[in-house]
């Protein structure tokens, strides 16, 4: 089963446009909501990351916008480069899990 | 400040060897999470180790797979008898306090069984 459903698995978008992956959850013991950056042959590398007492934290052109009577977050890019050109996970985890539980990750490409 | 290591980076191993994977992590951490990947998937988490002590090892396969922290020395991961569907990365995170916030990931031991 999976615990935090990611979507779309692969986004295309322009240089200088918005990129957008949205995630969901179910688990409402998850109080810890972060998103990884992976390029090919790497570890992922932690983004952001956002707790449910605020809905929104921006760090840069990362943006996390987290609704949780919907029980989703979404991660928002702007103005994506090609150096951005990477696989996005969502994760989730809580206080009492110890585990991260992942999404099973975005495709992004920046066309130049 | 040294991120989390994992060696060897690439291990090629026959059906029926044994693989052994490193993970250091980083100072000041003393929780240490492993992952699996396989190509165009998410991360599965197979076990949480602190220091002397398995945490959770729901997500281990119970044949063949083993993990250890022993008090001196990098984390172990241990797959015995290995066959072709271990063929993947497997990734160390680790943490500097209980509980799942801020995981930082070592690059990785991608296995090849032949």
């Known amino acids: 089963q999976q615990q935090v459903k990611q979507s779309p698995q692969s986004l295309i978008v322009q240089k200088g446009g918005i990129s957008i992956i949205n995630c969901a959850y179910e688990?409402?013991?998850?109080?810890?909501f972060p998103w990884y950056q992976q390029f090919p042959g790497k570890g992922p590398a932690l983004l952001i990351a956002i707790r449910p007492d605020v809905s929104e934290k921006k760090e840069g052109r990362f943006t996390i916008s987290f609704n949780k009577s919907a029980k989703q977050f979404s991660l928002h890019i702007m103005d994506s480069q090609p150096g951005d050109s990477a696989t996005y996970f969502c994760a989730a985890g809580g206080s009492t899990l110890g585990r991260l539980y992942f999404g099973r990750g975005t495709q992004l490409t920046v066309w130049p | 400040n040294a991120g989390v290591m994992q060696n060897p980076r690439h291990l090629v191993r026959r059906r029926g060897q044994e693989a052994r994977l490193r993970c250091s992590p980083m100072k000041g951490h003393s929780h240490v999470y492993w992952y699996r990947q396989l190509p165009e998937e998410g991360l599965k988490f197979m076990v949480y180790l602190q220091k002397e002590n398995i945490i959770d090892e729901s997500g281990m396969p119970k044949e063949r797979f083993s993990a250890e922290f022993p008090k001196e020395g990098p984390s172990i991961l241990r797959i015995q008898q290995v066959v072709r569907g271990d063929s993947a990365a497997y990734f160390c995170?680790?943490?500097?306090?209980?509980?799942?916030?801020?995981?930082?990931f070592g690059p990785g031991t991608r296995l090849t069984v032949t």
């Open positions: 995170a680790s943490s500097p306090a209980g509980g799942p916030y801020e995981q930082y």
């Open positions: 688990n409402t013991a998850f109080d810890y």
